[in-house]
């Protein structure tokens, strides 16, 4: 059955629920079409199956390859097709609209659950009685990360209290995340002028407005590296870290014990931009650029009372970039060959 507006069609499959289902999975296409039948058939292989799927196209250049792998699928989900490309953020909202279930999942088209993803982290959710729970992921594909988790950047199985969100000792992955709608809704939802970052900005909204977070210490699901995927390149992602603290600052009442915090982590995304603007001046063999950057990091390393081990590391960067530049960056593409997998090319704006 399909319905037609002015901005998309909608398709619902013969298979899909009729009575109202407790989950709404919310997929978002927008050049993923080659991985979304990986993450399709991790969903349909969930042990709890009490929900509807909503994949919605954002207006993709890879439109047709999509509608042709969701073909084996259209049956058993809901498929939105939107005529113009709007972005992460106001597709995932609109999505919330055409949602019937009482609780959302923002699964990424090129991430996948494991088989009890689902029942645990519902059942978690309703044995604490939280209003968000998400889980621990493995990260894999392209990057020297590929193969580790997020164990150790997670506070122990429990609340997660803001806090712990302020101080970065937790790492919550929309894709590994069950919410409640209400709570959701009550936040106005993702904030369309937050950049790559949207999803912290919502779970910070979140906890300030007293929702109740929760974490399961447990892999769940899988987390896709890949360059071009909507992080961003190495660059970007920092600038954007750096950018979602300021903007909160101008959303959220902080005490002024929690704007130390939240200043002094703007500083230190600083620290690693001017790292990482170092290392690819490096990589483009601008070693005026890549000494410039180093001396700025080691002087803001020290501002922030970094560990001496660190402001070692940088100091020997700046002597080799003087003695022999074409010794360190054979170093460091020996040593951080897939970081250049994710570089900005010198075009990028």
């Given at each position: ?150 164990l150790d950047y997670n506070p122990p199985q429990g609340e997660v209290t803001r806090r712990i969100l302020i101080e970065g000792k937790c790492i919550i992955l929309p894709s590994g995340s069950l919410i409640k709608k ?168």
């Amino acid at each position: 059955m399909s319905e037609r507006e002015n901005t998309f069609v909608k398709t619902v499959g013969s298979q899909v629920k009729k009575e109202k289902p407790a989950v709404s999975i919310i997929i978002p296409n927008y050049n993923t079409a080659e991985f979304i039948a990986e993450t399709l058939d991790s969903v349909l292989a969930q042990t709890f199956t009490d929900y509807e799927i909503i994949v919605v196209n954002d207006g993709a250049p890879d439109t047709q390859h999509l509608k042709k792998v969701l073909e084996k699928y259209y049956e058993r989900i809901i498929f939105v097709d939107k005529f113009e490309n709007t972005g992460t953020s106001p597709t995932r909202n609109f999505a919330v609209t055409l949602t019937r279930g009482d609780f959302l999942c923002f699964l990424d088209a090129d991430d996948i659950w494991l088989p009890t993803f689902l029942e645990e982290l519902f059942a978690f959710l309703h044995q604490n009685n939280f209003d968000m729970v998400y889980a621990d992921t493995e990260m894999f594909g392209i990057g020297y990360r590929a193969g580790e988790s997020f164990l150790d950047y997670n506070p122990p199985q429990g609340e997660v209290t803001r806090r712990i969100l302020i101080e970065g000792k937790c790492i919550i992955l929309p894709s590994g995340s069950l919410i409640k709608k209400t709570e959701f809704e009550k936040t106005g939802g993702f904030d369309p002028k937050v950049l790559r970052t949207e999803d912290f900005d919502l779970w910070m909204r979140m906890i300030f407005q007293g929702t109740r977070i929760g974490f399961l210490r447990k892999i769940l699901f899988k987390f896709r590296i890949r360059p071009g995927s909507g992080s961003g390149d190495s660059l970007q992602r920092i600038e954007r870290c750096m950018i979602v603290w300021q903007i909160l600052q101008g959303k959220l009442e902080f005490t002024d014990e929690e704007n130390v915090i939240v200043n002094r982590n703007i500083q230190m995304e600083y620290a690693g931009l001017l790292r990482a603007k170092g290392r690819k001046s490096i990589n483009e063999k601008n070693w005026s650029e890549a000494k410039k950057m180093f001396r700025e990091a080691r002087v803001k390393a020290a501002e922030l009372g970094l560990p001496l081990k660190h402001r070692l590391k940088l100091s020997a960067v700046i002597v080799l970039l003087s003695l022999s530049p074409e010794l360190l960056l054979k170093v460091f593409k020996s040593y951080r060959a897939d970081e250049i997998e994710f570089m900005p090319s010198q075009t990028s704006n």
